[in-house]
Every structure is written in structure tokens, then in C-alpha cells.
């Protein structure tokens, strides 16, 4: 029992450390944006609207070997597809870089892209213009990011009434601004 109380104390500590640390300069926000799985079928810290609809694909990424997440449309699918991260504590009035690599495949959605959006997602920020046919492509965008109620930030990956297919892999959100 000492022992788990000694255990509990230190991971508290460590964890009130972690909170008040300052972010780096160019350091990846996203938790896992690489898309890594070993031992199980999905990446840790990403959730997904549907197991069909949003895939994962180990060595589907640029190159061949790169994990990749694709997201499916069908004919009988909800509205919304999507692969988010809640939770992302970032600082509104600071400078932030969003990047990721997308590959579509007949991509067609009135409302869809990679954003970073605010608590309740009143605003949001990234790229919302892809095409309907590329091969792997680098998008990077530099934003000074707006204000959440909550002081809480996600990053979703998201496409309404979709057709088609929309590959994601390597997604970063850095800091630029301490």
C-alpha cells in the first residue's frame, strides 16, 4: 500500500509538472499525429465517428511506409465522417503552424477539411478546400488563433454528405510563438 501511495504521489507531481510546463517552440501538440499502432487496431488518442467509415492503414501513408488514416464515404452513411483530438490546451493571441499530408481519391463534401476548432466549435481554422484528386501533397497553414470558452481546443479531420475517399498522416500542431 506505501508503495501505490509513493507511486500515486510522484505520477500527481509529475502530471501538475507536465500542466504548468512551457510549450516549445516547434514542438507537435498533436498527440500521436503519426498515426502510430503497434499492438492494437486503431492509433491511442484518436477518436473516430465510425470503425467502418474511418480506417487505419499501417503502411498506407506517403512512401508506402507511413501509417495513414483514411476516411470512406458510403451511400448509407451518417452525415458527418470524422477522426478527432479533443482536449488540445493551447493559448488563444499565439502563433501556431498546422500541417499534415493528405492524399484524396474522388474527395467531394460541401463541408470538410482539417481544422482546429474551439470549445463548442464556434470557430475554426486550417484547410477546407481540398481536392477531389491528389496524389500526397503537404499542406501547411500559420494561424494566430482566436478565443474558446472553454480554453480548450480539438483538431478534427472531418467531411459532410462526402464522396469518395480523404488519407491523412503526419499531422502537426506546433507552436511558433513561445
Known amino acids: 500500500m506505501k508503495r501505490f501511495l509513493v507511486m500515486l504521489a510522484a505520477l500527481a507531481m509529475a502530471t501538475a509538472t507536465a500542466l504548468n510546463a ?21 492509433p491511442a488518442f484518436w477518436s473516430r465517428s465510425s470503425p467502418t467509415l474511418v480506417s487505419y492503414a499501417r503502411t498506407g501513408g ?10 470512406h464515404s458510403d451511400e448509407k452513411a451518417a452525415t458527418t465522417v470524422s477522426l478527432r483530438q479533443q482536449g488540445l490546451g493551447l493559448v488563444a ?9 493528405i492524399r484524396t481519391k474522388g474527395f467531394e463534401s460541401p ?15 486550417g484547410f477546407k478546400n481540398l481536392p477531389a484528386d491528389s496524389d500526397w501533397t503537404p ?21 459532410t454528405h462526402m464522396r469518395g475517399e480523404l488519407h491523412v498522416a503526419d499531422i502537426k500542431l506546433e507552436a511558433v510563438s513561445p
Do not use: C
Open 22 to 42: 512551457a510549450v516549445a517552440v516547434g514542438e507537435n501538440l498533436i498527440i500521436n499525429g503519426n498515426f502510430d499502432a503497434e499492438q492494437t487496431d486503431f
Open 62 to 71: 506517403p512512401g508506402g511506409s507511413q501509417p495513414a488514416v483514411v476516411l
Open 93 to 101: 493571441g499565439e502563433t501556431y503552424r498546422l500541417s499534415a499530408k
Open 111 to 125: 463541408h470538410g477539411g482539417i481544422v482546429v476548432h474551439n470549445d463548442g466549435w464556434v470557430s475554426d481554422i
Open 139 to 159: 499542406m501547411t497553414r500559420q494561424f494566430t488563433l482566436f478565443p474558446s470558452r472553454g480554453k480548450e481546443y480539438g483538431l478534427a479531420v472531418f467531411a
